[in-house]
């Protein structure tokens, strides 16, 4: 069966540029400073990306269980919701 798209993550992740910003950037595995640092971004407004897109499924925290420097990743649900927002030409 196919999946079908969610286009309600999709406008999510498409209607701020800080959720927008931190997906992109997880391309590889990073902790929150390494993202505050590359997307020059202070790191509240990173805790709250991440927060929020954990919610959605959109990433994923590879050390729950760490106090300091949790590190993330995209999902391939993450991934695909990308793809698709970049396909949009708003």
Same mark, same amino acid.
């Given at each position: ?21 931190? &997906?992109?950037? @997880?391309?590889?595995? #990073?902790?929150?400073?390494? !993202?505050?640092? /590359?997307?020059?971004?202070? $790191? ?5 990306? &991440?927060?929020? @897109?954990?919610?959605? #499924?959109?990433?994923?925290? !590879?050390?729950? /269980?760490?106090?300091?420097? $949790? ?12 793809? #698709? ?6």
């Amino acid at each position: 069966m196919k999946k079908v798209t969610n286009w309600e993550d999709v406008s999510f992740v498409n209607s701020s540029s800080y959720r927008k910003s931190v &997906l992109e950037k @997880l391309d590889k595995p #990073k902790t929150p400073s390494a !993202l505050s640092k /590359e997307i020059n971004l202070n $790191k509240t407004h990173i805790s709250r990306a &991440l927060s929020e @897109l954990m919610e959605r #499924k959109l990433i994923i925290c !590879l050390t729950p /269980e760490s106090r300091k420097s $949790k590190i993330y990743r995209i999902t391939d649900y993450g991934k695909k919701i990308l793809e #698709k927002q970049k396909d949009l030409s708003i």
